[in-house]
């Protein structure tokens, strides 16, 4: 028998927890608490303090109570009113996204502010027909859900592990997950000098801390952000700045060992729905210093030095010699590998881990020849280390993920998602990240200085939002270009299907054309900020970053027709028409940039990027066009669309000269000396009549003349020497704006 009254019990069986939860991550708290700003028990029908006040009849909880106008469910009402307008929101946006198949930019369904918690807007959710379904938050899941030892994530698929079924049965059973701690003591002694060595070259930090600025100056983070940053190089410095300082051995070694600890204590110990981010980068830093905040301040300083150019201001002063550029990226990245394979070598793997890899990779790219196995293999360890933390899964706040880490979460993976498929098409490869099993989330488009605030301040940055989570500044801020891309990326990877699969040319036909379909409705639903002006496309009054985001965004649009256009020539022998104009406006665009290359000279990596990207396969296109209408003025292609002689030689002229001088030092020189030469002999053919004059009249006279130039050259199996070289060239996709 209970000792409790009957009427206590049953009053205490009516009464449930309201598991309606806010935008900050905390649980709902009803009206009149919220108001009073008093602790809440989240208690419905009427929570503790209403009934002790005698004010149940007040006691409601307001799905939406900073908006204005919207009916207020009584407690009864409250859960059926919910279930049903989720409902409602799910029909509504399976009909406004099912021809899209992407976040609308524009056209916004119903706002659904109480569905707004945790993180969300509601985002696009890939499904196995290739189209875009609603997803809606969830709750989340118990403790004893929770996957691995050492990685306290949730994944929605860990009943397929082969621990599965002991995991979810131990603990009913009384046996609880073993604990075994490691320490800087557990370490070999050679890993501790290693690491010793490393932090000598930290003597520097007062420098290195000028370089970090400057690239925040330029680019503007989105995985690694400014506040972060700070924080985490001022702690280190005030900490450990006596030991740096006279670089002592013992000491290096001491500050060694203490860093290791910490880099052994699992960060999710830090985490915990209220924690905050300054809290956090405080806990990572100074005395808790970890080897994943060391390798990050390395990878800061060769990223910054890989972007410039040599002689800038930064790397000069009036006493000492200029710093030799190059020796400093290879210094940077050489010790911030070493940190990213201290974690490697125990199998550390954590947010923080995964944002020194992901800034790493970048670095390392653009190190190495483009194209190259060395970089396709770091690509896809990326990849598979985001796919082993799970972020390909749900992504929420939970007990163990405040709001902010999922944020964080939400933006490495749709960047790391968006150049596997740029990787893919540059390489011609199968991308390693596929829709079929990803939960595409997209990052609410905050600054930083709205992702690091919290409490009120955080709900007042979520108001400022529009219902697709787009900001309502107009601003082209760093996340609002991710966001644009991840959408672009699911394009890419249906023009990859479709270009790399075994289709009938029917299949073929259908679905290219569904695909442009909605590449172009994509571009047509860009506000109007995110969008050049084809008149005036080099706006001087903004910064030359968001100059460069645009760039990329009309080049990837163009990108996508082009691709599209290729495949259709090489798989069902479409006509070129269509692939010459997109050629043509690519090499128009891409003339701007070169134009204004001064406004990207701190973006060496970037503008390397599009010349190689999107440059040279238009370029070729048009020279070979050109060569081709040359050599054969009664072709089908001269008489129907022929090309300016005299502007087409000159753009190619231009281009060539650029390709020229592209430095040895970048991973795109090889490429671009490739095109170069390409080109050069294409022109030099042209430029050449009697010579080629010769050749037409020999090959008639003789019959055995060489018709590669004198017959259809998009036509597929016609174009043998170009599409012999097209095919063979490698592209890969490697840019901080893709990445970073």
Not at 94 to 117: I, K
Not at 193 to 222: H, M, T, V
Request: hydrophobic residues 40%; glycine residues 4%.
């Amino acid at each position: 028998m209970s000792r409790f009254p009957a009427r206590l019990r049953m009053s205490n069986q009516s009464r449930r927890l309201n598991t309606s939860y806010r935008r900050n991550g905390k649980l709902q708290s009803c009206e009149p608490c919220r108001k009073g700003k008093l602790k809440c028990d989240h208690m419905m029908p009427t929570c503790g303090r209403c009934a002790r006040r005698n004010k149940p009849d007040q006691c409601v909880y307001h799905p939406a109570p900073l908006t204005k106008g919207a009916r207020i469910p009584t407690p009864q009402s409250s859960d059926i009113d919910s279930a049903a307008s989720v409902t409602a929101s799910q029909e509504t946006n399976a009909v406004s996204l099912s021809t899209l198949g992407f976040p609308p930019f524009q056209d916004e369904p119903p706002r659904l502010q109480a569905q707004r918690a945790s993180s969300l807007p509601a985002q696009a959710l890939p499904t196995n027909d290739g189209y875009a379904a609603i997803d809606e938050p969830r709750r989340p899941l118990p403790d004893n859900q929770l996957r691995g030892d050492s990685v306290s994530f949730p994944q929605a698929s860990s009943f397929i592990s082969h621990t599965a079924i002991l995991s979810e049965n131990e603990t009913r059973l009384g046996i609880l997950p073993s604990a075994n701690p490691r320490t800087g003591s557990d370490i070999p002694q050679a890993h501790i000098d290693k690491g010793a060595i490393i932090l000598s070259l930290l003597i520097d930090l007062p420098l290195y801390e000028k370089y970090i600025d400057r690239w925040f100056q330029l680019s503007r983070g989105i995985i690694i952000i400014e506040p972060i940053m700070n924080i985490w190089t001022r702690g280190l410095w005030s900490t450990w700045h006596t030991i740096l300082d006279t670089q002592k051995a013992d000491g290096l070694r001491q500050m060694s060992v203490k860093i290791w600890d910490n880099t052994m204590n699992p960060l999710e110990s830090l985490l915990n729905r209220h924690t905050t981010p300054r809290e956090f980068s405080a806990n990572t830093t100074g005395e808790n210093l970890r080897w994943e905040v060391v390798g990050i301040v390395f990878t800061m300083v060769a990223l910054l030095a890989g972007s410039l150019q040599d002689g800038d201001p930064i790397f000069c002063s009036h006493d000492d010699p200029p710093i030799n550029r190059n020796a400093l990226v290879l210094k940077a990245h050489n010790a911030g590998e070493a940190c990213l394979n201290f974690c490697k070598d125990f199998d550390v793997i954590n947010d923080i881990y995964l944002w020194l890899l992901y800034e790493h990779t970048v670095v390392s790219n653009s190190l190495h020849a483009k194209g190259s196995y060395s970089n396709w293999q770091r690509t896809g360890y990326l990849a598979h280390a985001l796919v082993a933390f799970g972020l390909h899964q749900e992504i929420r706040v939970d007990d163990h993920t405040p709001f902010f880490i999922a944020e964080f979460r939400k933006r490495i993976f749709i960047c790391c998602y968006e150049s596997d498929k740029f990787t893919s098409s540059f390489v011609g490869r199968p991308p390693s990240l596929t829709r079929q099993y990803c939960r595409i989330q997209l990052p609410l488009d905050l600054n930083d200085a709205q992702i690091m605030s919290d409490g009120l301040d955080l709900d007042n940055a979520l108001t400022h939002l529009d219902a697709e989570g787009w900001n309502s500044r107009g601003a082209v801020q760093r996340c609002t270009f991710a966001r644009v891309f991840a959408s672009n990326a699911l394009i890419t990877e249906d023009i990859l299907e479709v270009s790399l699969g075994l289709h009938s040319s029917e299949e073929i036909l259908r679905r290219a054309t569904d695909i442009e379909a909605r590449a172009t409705q994509l571009w047509d639903n860009f506000p109007t900020f995110l969008r050049l002006d084809s008149s005036h496309p080099w706006d001087i009054r903004r910064a030359p970053v968001e100059m460069l985001f645009l760039a990329y965004m009309h080049l990837a649009d163009l990108g996508h027709h082009f691709l599209l256009q290729r495949t259709l020539i090489k798989k069902v022998g479409a006509d070129a028409t269509r692939l010459l104009a997109i050629s043509r406006d690519i090499l128009s665009f891409i003339l701007v940039l070169i134009n204004n290359r001064d406004s990207l000279r701190d973006f060496q990596i970037d503008f390397t990027q599009l010349l190689t990207m999107y440059g040279i396969p238009a370029a070729s296109i048009i020279g070979v066009e050109l060569l081709h209408q040359e050599q054969d003025p009664s072709s089908t292609s001269a008489m129907q669309s022929p090309l300016p002689r005299s502007d087409t030689i000159q753009d190619l002229s231009v281009f060539v000269a650029c390709l020229g001088s592209i430095r040895p030092d970048s991973g795109g020189y090889p490429v671009c000396v490739r095109g170069k030469k390409f080109l050069k002999r294409v022109l030099d053919t042209i430029l050449a009549p009697q010579q080629s004059t010769a050749i037409r009249s020999n090959s008639s006279a003789e019959g055995l003349g060489d018709t590669t130039w004198t017959t259809p050259l998009f036509q597929s199996g016609n174009d043998e020497d170009f599409m012999r070289w097209l095919e063979s060239m490698e592209w890969e996709q490697e840019s901080w704006v893709n990445f970073n």
